[in-house]
């Protein structure tokens, strides 16, 4: 019997002079034995496309998953990569700091003193060569005079010897 109301069919159907099988306009299905189904149509769709929808979210959260666990131990080999750098960078550090400390205590040692010394008469050097040639030549006129002049005494004396002495 179709029935406008859920409460007409459940009169019909739970009359005990009637007992007869009751279905509702919504679609509602009552039965003298107790039992109700139906109602209104289901709005989700076929429980068959949610099925397909879980596997494939089961199967991206797996492959999600996987590649979770492959850039953990990408972020694990890069941590060991990472603490082998800090321990070099801090190595670089102390020798660094190192260097500079010997540089200042060589900086007023006698290395230090001598190689400034060094330096200094580098650059005088050149003037010095320059003196040098000068009192160089200097010296060349001053024996060349002295040679004249003494060239010049001897034959004087020769001349004296040979003519002075006749007088």
């Keep these: 019997m179709i029935c406008d109301s859920i409460h007409c069919a459940k009169e019909v159907v739970y009359d005990s002079q009637v007992k007869l099988r009751a279905v ?78 010997l540089k200042e205590s060589f900086k007023d040692g006698p290395l230090q003193q001598l190689s400034e010394e060094i330096k200094m008469l580098e650059k005088d050097l050149p003037e010095c060569d320059e003196l040098l040639r000068e009192m160089t030549k200097q010296a060349k006129e001053l024996n060349d005079r002295i040679n004249a002049y003494e060239e010049r005494k001897r034959n004087e004396q020769a001349f004296i010897s040979t003519y002075g002495g006749a007088s």
């Design 24 to 101: 509702t306009a919504r679609g509602d299905d009552l039965k003298p034995t107790g039992t109700m189904s139906g109602g209104a149509p289901d709005r989700r769709g076929p429980i068959l496309l949610d099925l397909i929808d879980y596997t494939t979210f089961k199967s991206e959260i797996s492959w999600k998953e996987a590649e979770v666990e492959k850039l953990g131990k990408e972020v694990a080999r890069y941590d060991k990569v990472r603490g082998r750098y800090s321990e070099l960078k801090d190595k670089l550090e102390r020798a660094s700091a190192r260097l500079e400390a």
